[in-house]
Antibody, heavy 117, light 111 residues
Framework: QVQLQQWGAGLLKPSETLSLTCAVY????????WMWIRQSPGKGLEWIGA???????NYNPSLKSRLTISIDTSKNQFSLKLTSVTAADTAVYYC???????????WGQGTLVTVSS | QSALTQPRSVSGSPGQSVTISCTGT?????????VSWYQQHPGKAPKVLIY???ARPTGVPDRFSGSKSGNTASLTISGLQAEDEADYYC???????????FGGGTKLTVL
């Protein structure tokens, strides 16, 4: 059974860097896109970006300038870094597996990240 | 590119059917047959109900069905049950610049 377990800092100050990691259990990285999605409080879902096993990334154009998604195949993990955060980046962040866009078949448990001074 | 458009809320009684619409453009829903639907209960991660417009993952009841016409995709839930009360999100592939668009979500209330 595939499981995604994510972790990272939950409270940031404006201008700091958001950093989250997602570990994949029960499957390899091969043949999938590994994605990040966020959900602002009381709001809908927003696709952040994705990476594949080869390290090829695709980013949401609105976040691209601040965003880095990376992968460590030796640890079956992938990570998200978002720089210069503001209150608008406060959200629950999810990692997910996608056989292809936009089919996301397994999700992490979600991490609430709050940006506040 | 703007999010896909969904009604904010729909409701129905147990046993009835409801349909949730998701309107995009000729650059996303209208162009690609890559539409997914997700169900999200409060405090939980989303769960895929439908992919590729109308395909159901193993384990999803056939009460859930998807379709598409032009720039609008639809999710129909038949034989409503209390546990269907949740938020529902559509999602479409949108090409190699935008990649993925979500709808704003629809809250389903089972009366």
């Amino acid at each position: 059974q595939v499981q995604l377990q994510q972790w990272g800092a939950g409270l940031l100050k404006p201008s700091e860097t958001l950093s989250l990691t997602c570990a994949v259990y029960g499957d390899s990285f091969s043949g999938y896109y590994w994605m990040w999605i966020r959900q602002s409080p009381g709001k809908g879902l927003e696709w952040i970006g994705a990476i594949n096993q080869s390290g090829t990334t695709n980013y949401n154009p609105s976040l691209k300038s601040r965003l880095t998604i990376s992968i460590d195949t030796s640890k079956n993990q992938f990570s998200l870094k978002l720089t210069s955060v503001t209150a608008a980046d406060t959200a629950v962040y999810y990692c997910a597996r996608g056989p292809y866009y936009p089919h996301l078949d397994y999700w992490g448990q979600g991490t609430l990240v709050t940006v506040s001074s | 590119q703007s999010a896909l458009t969904q009604p904010r809320s729909v409701s129905g009684s147990p046993g009835q059917s409801v349909t949730i619409s998701c309107t995009g453009t000729s650059s996303d829903i209208g162009f690609y047959n890559f539409v997914s639907w997700y169900q999200q209960h409060p405090g939980k991660a989303p769960k895929v109900l439908i992919y590729d417009v109308s395909a159901r993952p193993t384990g999803v009841p056939d009460r859930f069905s998807g379709s598409k016409s032009g720039n609008t995709a639809s999710l129909t839930i038949s034989g409503l049950q209390a546990e269907d009360e949740a938020d529902y999100y559509c999602c479409s592939y949108a090409g190699t610049y935008t990649f993925v668009l979500f709808g704003g979500g629809t809250k389903l209330t089972v009366l």
